[in-house]
């Protein structure tokens, strides 16, 4: 199957700092993707959905000027942490998909922990 | 609106005996339905899809489902639970966002 490369794979960074997570579609054009946090011992929760060129579109509850999303082209979005704090410590994870509805590939996860 | 429920948080089952999980979708078109297995601290992996056809979908690990139409279900079952299965298992659906269901975390008991 199609392989999407999510980067880091942990991190840890001080409270205020903020973090870029990287996610790249290896061999295929991702028009769409999406990011999902999950906490410890719960279901992927969506973050937002983003088409390439275009502003994403957040859900309900999640802070788009804490959580910036870019998909600045057909391979890679980013997700920037911005004055991270320890509750936004998480497992967060990336996946694309290639046009229209159908299967998405998942990135590995980046586990964030904010001290 | 699109959504999908996994009503059982937690199942427990001893090992050699058959399994299934629950979910149940709601889409307004024929949705495109998933499982997933996860283990701790891992990322996703995936068992298993239906997009159309034949509404009973094999899949890895000795995984099938069964897409029920009628009753907006994508239960997952497995004849023969082994050790290795013990892990947090998702169901998601894909209509205009990919959205997964609560997670059920299954133990296996020797």
Same mark, same amino acid.
């Given at each position: 199957g199609?392989?999407?490369?999510?980067?880091?794979?942990?991190?840890?960074?001080?409270?205020?700092?903020?973090?870029?997570?990287?996610?790249?579609?290896?061999?295929?054009?991702?028009?769409?993707?999406?990011?999902?946090?999950?906490?410890?011992?719960?279901?992927?929760m969506?973050?937002?959905?983003s088409?390439?060129?275009?502003?994403?579109?957040?859900?309900?509850?999640?802070?788009?000027?804490?959580?910036?999303?870019?998909?600045?082209?057909?391979?890679?979005?980013?997700?920037?942490?911005?004055?991270?704090?320890?509750?936004?410590?998480?497992?967060?994870?990336?996946?694309?998909?290639?046009?229209?509805?159908?299967?998405?590939?998942?990135?590995?996860?980046?586990?964030?922990?904010?001290? | 609106?699109?959504?999908? !429920?996994?009503?059982?948080?937690?199942?427990?089952? @001893?090992? $050699?005996?058959? *399994?299934? +999980?629950?979910?149940? &979708?709601?889409? %307004?078109? !024929?949705?495109?339905?998933?499982?997933?297995?996860? @283990?701790? $601290?891992?990322? *996703?992996? +995936?068992?298993?899809? &239906?997009?159309? %056809?034949? !509404?009973?979908?094999?899949?890895?690990?000795?995984?099938?489902?069964?897409?029920?139409?009628?009753?907006?279900?994508?239960?997952?079952?497995?004849?023969?639970?082994?050790?290795?299965?013990?892990?947090?298992?998702?169901?998601?659906?894909?209509?205009?966002?990919?959205?997964?269901?609560?997670?059920?975390?299954?133990?296996?008991?020797?």
């Open positions: 199609a392989v999407v490369s999510q980067h880091p794979s942990w991190v840890i960074c001080k409270s205020g700092t903020s973090v870029k997570i990287e996610c790249r579609s290896l061999d295929f054009q991702a028009t769409t993707m999406f990011w999902y946090r999950q906490f410890p011992k719960q279901s992927l969506l973050m937002a959905t088409n390439e060129g275009s502003k994403a579109t957040y859900e309900q509850g999640v802070e788009k000027d804490k959580f910036l999303i870019n998909h600045a082209s057909l391979t890679l979005s980013t997700l920037t942490v911005t004055s991270a704090h320890p509750e936004d410590s998480s497992f967060y994870i990336c996946s694309a998909r290639d046009g229209g509805r159908g299967q998405a590939f998942f990135g590995q996860g980046t586990r964030l922990t904010v001290v | 609106a699109q959504s999908v !429920t996994q009503p059982d948080i937690h199942i427990t089952v @001893s090992e $050699g005996a058959s *399994l299934e +999980l629950r979910c149940n &979708y709601s889409y %307004g078109a !024929t949705p495109y339905l998933f499982w997933y297995v996860q @283990s701790p $601290g891992q990322g *996703l992996q +995936l068992l298993l899809k &239906y997009f159309s %056809g034949d !509404t009973l979908v094999q899949g890895i690990k000795g995984f099938e489902a069964e897409f029920k139409r009628s009753q907006s279900s994508f239960n997952l079952r497995k004849p023969s639970v082994h050790w290795s299965d013990a892990a947090e298992y998702f169901c998601a659906v894909d209509g205009n966002q990919f959205y997964f269901g609560t997670g059920t975390s299954l133990t296996v008991i020797p």
